[in-house]
């Protein structure tokens, strides 16, 4: 998925929380994830969307039930595209030993 939907996503505090949710207590029902928040269920049904559309939950129906659950890989490599934007994680030049600067740079 592209990072600006990651992104777009990860902006709402409500989904957040939701991914937050997912990715420590497991896979949850809607009606359960529903349960958590003082939204209407067609508000919490947007947020899923938008969740799903970004890739960063998969569902299951079971029965009468859609089951969510958080897809970590997607949420791993969103934060990784986040690091490598700010070079975060990368050598600094100046410490860099193969540096190819004749002045020894």
Do not use: C, W
């Not at 996503?9 to 929380?17: I, V």
Request: overall charge neutral; charged content about 25%.
């Amino acid at each position: 998925m592209p990072l600006d939907e990651v992104l777009r996503a990860l902006s709402d505090p409500t989904r957040r929380e939701v991914v937050r949710l997912l990715s420590r207590r497991g896979p949850m029902t809607a009606g359960e994830l529903g349960d958590r928040f003082e939204l209407a269920k067609s508000t919490m049904s947007g947020h899923f969307n938008v969740l799903r559309q970004a890739g960063l939950v998969v569902t299951e129906r079971q029965g009468t039930s859609i089951v969510y659950s958080a897809s970590l890989s997607v949420v791993e490599d969103a934060l990784a595209s986040v690091l490598n934007a700010f070079g975060i994680g990368e050598p600094e030049r100046a410490n860099d030993k193969t540096s190819t600067d004749p002045r020894g740079g």
